[in-house]
């Protein structure tokens, strides 16, 4: 029986379907100047403002665990617990010494709470519907084959759960300026029309309210369909 106020248990020997060579690795990490912003206090300034349109959308979270895909340093991980409600979050990250950093950083009164692994977004160790939510902070336009994220994401969200993300597109990221200095894939990168299709194909629909006008990213939240 699954234990449910215990997010250990949720893990199933891990597949090993997707294995990125060290060179697909690469692609996907982020390079120096990236870390800089990702490291920074700001970086954090901008996930509450995340979370604070997804609690405009659908309120605080009465849901009881979710998976946050890259989580880098771990910091949104305590804010889904401290802000959005959750009451267990399990995160993991593609690089082992982001996940190192997270798990020493990880106060003791979230240590119950979070549970963090290395892992890949492609590939995730769950069995399906394990999660009532699946957060991303801005990490799928990093990850190679990311239609196979995004089914993989819906796949271990329960039906009528919710996928809450943050993304950014090509016209902001890899612009004339922004190519030089962030690294991120080059083939195969999606527009927004190309994720919310991405989004519909695997069942998952916007929530109403979800604001759609801009070129350069979206904040938004969309519920897997029950059918
Ligand atoms: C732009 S950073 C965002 C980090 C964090 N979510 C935040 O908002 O601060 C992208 C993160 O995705 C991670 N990443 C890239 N490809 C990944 C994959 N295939 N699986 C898991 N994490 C991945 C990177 O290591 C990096 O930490």
Known sequence: MKCRNNPRSLVVPLRRIFNPSPSEKEKMLMNW????????????FFQIREIREWLRLVGRAETENALEIGCGLGRGAGLLVNRMGFREVVAFDLEE????????????????????????AQDLPFRDSSFDAVVNFGIIHHVLDWRRCISELSRVLRPGGLFYFEEIYPPLYANFLMKHVVRHPTEDRFSGTQFLEALASQGLCLVDGVRLESRFGIVGIARKSSA
């Open 97 to 120: 010494r982001l996940i190192v950093r997270a798990v020493k950083s990880n106060p003791d009164s979230l240590k119950q709470k979070i549970s963090f692994y290395v892992g890949d």
């Open 33 to 44: 100047p990236e870390r800089v912003w990702i490291y920074s206090p700001i970086r954090v």
